[in-house]
């Protein structure tokens, strides 16, 4: 079915997936990318130009903007969504493509003609016969993850500012940068926000209302070895590229893999690693959805850096397991209030909520960490952070019917 929103959510992703603002977690700037302040300086622009209020660009690379309420006493929301894009596929030189009235077969990619995407492939396909599909051109990730969210927001908040007859409080917007690296929420953001709860939209399925994610710890694995001229090295070489594979190899790759784990199961994900025969760095994120699984995940991890340790005593290897985001579900199920108005607006729409933990986290894990409660609200994005990532424009019209519906609805608590 198509809606008011149709045009404007399609114009807007387009207009901001072809923005490249990747971020970089290499870098100790904030944002890690000067890039993703050409989409918040766009942002920023429409933000004003559409009659939003307190519209500033703060030294941490967020934006933020006010919606004056149209009722008094009602609770400060928060709406945020992300702007940076997944450093792990290519995301530069986006050429988002639409696939209109998609006829429900499969859908090819002009600049990857060996690539195909299909209900057999991305089962929430099956049901989007009718519907306007997103794709990009083949040899980028689309960047729907979160520039959905920001599209949605943005035409929420344009349909809220154009119409004062709409009931809601007041209404806080933060578009942030980062998030995809563990950075988006910085100590400052909460008292920035000033709300008395918030919603990401950050979500896939529609109808999906999250409340738990995962528990976060980032690790760095660094190894010395000895190197010497491979002419003169018996005896004397300790070639640090078989340790880290060594390391890798130890690990439980059969049973705690991101490919080998579901639902609630936990994992050891090795992504990166980098370096020489001299000295090699590997980097890995671990994750559960309980503190004791996640505490258990690190003490793996050194102690099979100990184990290759005392293989060769020559080597030095260090171990440092870093504090990411915690389960939002800790904090959130002590008052299931956000929680329970986004079912209720839900509702309100036809569509049955579904609440499903999120293997991965979001902006509102670390919000609701630092004392906002965030749960995670769908867009529609699906297979993202890689060349198939796809969205459906009447997918992202449901949400931002939502958003709208949510203001109301807290309006009359």
């Known amino acids: 079915m198509r809606t008011e929103f149709d045009r404007e959510l399609e114009e807007r992703l ?13 870098s100790a700037a904030k944002p890690s990318t000067a890039i993703q302040l050409d989409l918040q300086r766009l942002l920023l622009a429409e933000l004003t130009e559409i009659g939003a209020s307190d519209v ?36 530069a030189g ?4 639409v696939h209109r009235n998609y006829n429900g077969g499969a859908i090819s990619f002009a600049d990857a003609p060996g690539l195909t995407l299909s209900p057999e492939i991305s089962a929430q396909l099956a049901a989007k016969s009718g519907h306007d599909i997103i794709t990009a051109s083949g040899t980028t990730l689309l960047g729907a993850d979160d520039k959905a969210g920001v599209a949605v927001i943005m035409s929420a908040a344009r349909r809220l500012l154009a119409d004062p007859s709409l009931p809601h409080g007041k209404v806080r917007i933060a578009f942030t940068p980062d998030e995809e690296i563990g950075r988006g929420v910085d100590e400052r953001l909460p008292a920035d926000l000033g709300v008395d709860f918030a919603y990401t939209f950050d979500g896939a399925s529609v109808g999906e209302i999250e ?11 660094t190894i010395r070895g000895v190197s010497i001229h491979p002419g003169t090295a018996k005896g004397k070489l300790v070639n640090a590229l078989h340790l880290g594979a060594k390391i890798i190899q130890t690990l439980p790759h059969v049973t705690m893999t991101p490919e080998t784990t579901e639902e609630r199961e936990g994992f050891i994900h ?17 994750r559960d959805f309980e503190r004791d699984g996640l505490s258990a995940k690190g003490d793996l991890l050194r102690q099979v850096c100990a184990t290759v340790q005392a293989t060769e005593p020559r080597a030095e290897i260090t171990c440092e397991v870093r504090p990411q985001y915690r389960n939002m579900r800790y904090w959130l199920e002590q008052d299931m209030a956000p929680v329970e108005l986004a079912r209720a607006a839900c509702r309100d729409l036809g569509i049955e909520p579904v609440s499903v933990p999120i293997r991965g986290g979001t902006d509102g894990s670390r ?26 424009v009447q997918d992202m019209a449901v949400a931002t019917s939502l958003c709208l519906k949510l203001v109301e609805r807290a309006a009359r608590v």
């Not at 387009?14 to 290499?26: K, P």
């Open 14 to 26: 387009l207009r901001y997936t072809a923005i490249d603002s990747q971020s970089d977690e290499e």
């Open 56 to 91: 500033r660009l703060t030294d941490y690379g967020a934006v933020l903007a006010t919606i004056p309420a149209t009722v008094e006493g009602a609770p400060t929301i928060g709406l945020l969504a992300h702007v940076d894009t997944a450093p792990q596929f290519n995301a």
């Open 94 to 97: 986006v050429k988002p493509v």
């Open 211 to 221: 409340y738990e994610s995962f528990s976060a710890d980032g690790a760095t694995i």
């Open 270 to 286: 090795v992504y990166e690693m980098k370096g020489s025969s001299a000295e090699v760095t590997l980097k890995l994120i671990l």
């Open 367 to 392: 919000l609701t960490e630092m004392g906002v409660p965030c749960p995670n609200l769908f867009t529609g994005m699906q297979e993202i952070h890689g060349p198939l990532e796809w969205i459906s």
